[in-house]
Nanobody, 125 residues
Framework: QVQLVESGGGSVEPGGSLTLSCTAS????????MGWFRQAPGMEREAVAA????????IYTTSVKGRFTISQDKAKNTLYLKMNRLNPDDTGMYYC??????????????????WGQGTQVTVSS
């Protein structure tokens, strides 16, 4: 059974940093797209960043480029999202997700099969 478990969320002041982790079990995810999505209250879920576990190709949504970094540790089967210069617009529940085996990276939520339960990120002063 595939499981994705997120951790690392919390409350920070604007300008602060957090690193989210997503540990996968039940699948090695060697040729998949894995991504981070977020959802603010009353808003639709949006893609933040994605990475192809085979090629290492990464994609970011425009609002986080230069501030967030997605990466993986294959040995630990773990996906990370390093978030710097956080601002209140980054507040939301952050979800890790993974696709079935595929060639390319994707930011489309409907391409993703497996989802974690989420970890809350709150940015406020």
């Amino acid at each position: 059974q595939v499981q994705l478990v997120e951790s690392g969320g919390g409350s920070v002041e604007p300008g602060g940093s957090l690193t989210l982790s997503c540990t996968a079990s039940g699948n090695s995810f060697t040729r998949n797209s894995m991504g981070w999505f977020r959802q603010a209250p009353g808003m639709e879920r949006e893609a933040v960043a994605a990475l192809h576990t085979g090629s290492g190709t990464t994609i970011y949504t425009t609002s986080v480029k230069g501030r967030f970094t997605i990466s993986q540790d294959k040995a630990k089967n773990t996906l990370y999202l390093k978030m710097n210069r956080l601002n209140p617009d980054d507040t939301g529940m952050y979800y890790c997700a993974a696709t079935e085996t595929r060639w390319g990276t994707t930011m489309r939520p409907y391409d993703y099969t497996y989802w974690g339960q989420g970890t809350q990120v709150t940015v406020s002063s």
